[in-house]
């Protein structure tokens, strides 16, 4: 029997198991299998946290455990398709093994990166809109994990460890770790899908029980445990468990449910531009670009939320005693959405994607750091033209938030009062650039966003070029009126 192709899209090759789910609801079988995937992910990570803790089970069998849970669910979403995942994996463990480790960072990074590109690639070639969920997330997930630990097995090898930054000295691999230990860090069930990405060695202390040395006091150690680093008692996840569970489905439901009446696919037609004004499309620009964020929040939540439930990501209490489950967490949704300039939105935006650029890209480029790591993150998300709109007129958003910040913030810092009114002003300054900015990530295309900027008259590109060289000559930087003034009272004297 036929079905919609967009119920049932063609290339989809995992699990049709649930498709009276689909039908039923009108949701895609890719979505409602990555979503029953990772509820039943959520299930399994309350199991091995109580059956696989490291006080009752070995290394080896929570390795296993991880390791069979997150194979069974690559190919439950993808079919056979997931085995582009484990091919990956496979070659890059091959790399690691045989080849001097000063040249495996070397080899993976390049050679991942194009295997990426091709997945890319083949998903534009088969999917005109974008939007179905293949297994390119996951090989983005496993390019950032085979070449994390790429980097901190070359740097366990060197020689001078005083080259190294302090997160490479601490995330450095001093051992070439086993098959099996590869291969559960990449493909662990708990992170295989969207992530959040998580160190080797952070994922190392997790499986041995050893994460919590570090947050727990001397007399809170079971001395008879087989791990002389395994509390008492664990901190317990199921408060933020729970509230991530809880936000992640709100997301679900408002994509699922709301975004359909503000369709990204009106930008492309024509009737568009003539019927509304200036501010109504701007208007609904922010509107469908913040509902685009839910199916990230959505996901990256659930991820979240999978990996706490199975006792990774913990991170300490906070000074009123309550535990932290952020170590690993993608995305801070209230510091996204009331941010004050672009550069705090983008620091807490896809949080382990950012940590990745800066192990493997920013602390290693051998040219400017900030076009390297732009340049690896742009390849890393793929080749829709939309993308790197974003990215490049990002950039331009970064340096233009850094010389407001120098040059003008100084001078609403004297009162309380004015202090407020900046804010408030860079908060709604920030709502506006990062709908404009995102606007081309969501819509993918070249020509539909330079037709949407155009109706737009390009206002903030030109008023970002205005402000780069303009605003430094109007508000001289602070530190330099103060420079100014005391190298004149030291010429009077």
Partial sequence: MDHPEYLDPPHYDGSRLFFWVSKASGV?????????????????????????HPSKASATKRHCAALVGGVTLLYFCFGRHAYLVMFLTGVSYFITVFFPAKYVPQIILPLSLVYMGCVHIRRQLMSQTGFSLDVSAPVMVAVQKVTSIAFAWKDGSEKDQDKLTPLQKLQAVRKIPSMLEYFSYILHFQACMTGPTVLYKDYIDYIYGTNYRKHIKSEDI???SPCSAIPVQDPSPTKAVITKVVVSLIHALIFICICPMFSVGRFKDEEF????????????????????????????????????ASGLGFNGWDENGNTKWDLISNVKILDIEFATSF????????IGTMRWLRYVGYERATFNPTVATYILSAVWHGFYPGYYLTFVFGALLTGVGRTLRRHVRPHFQSTSSSRKIYDVLTFLGSR???AYVTMPFVLLEFWPSVRVYSSLYWYLHVLTILALVAVPKIFPAHREKMSTKSKGVQESN
Avoid at 28 to 52: E, H, K, S
Avoid at 343 to 350: E, G, K, M, Y
């Fill in 432 to 434: 506006v650039a990062l």
């Fill in 222 to 224: 079971l001395e008879d």
């Fill in 273 to 308: 531009f003539i019927s509304t004004t200036f501010y109504q499309r701007m208007f609904y620009i922010i509107i469908v670009t913040t509902l685009a964020r839910s199916k990230y929040y959505h996901a990256w939540l659930l991820a979240d939320a999978i990996c706490n």
């Fill in 343 to 350: 550069r705090d939105t983008l620091s807490s935006w896809n």
């Fill in 28 to 52: 895609p079988i890719d979505l409602v299998n990555f979503v029953i995937g990772q509820l039943f992910a959520l299930l399994f990570a309350a199991i091995y946290r109580t059956a696989f």
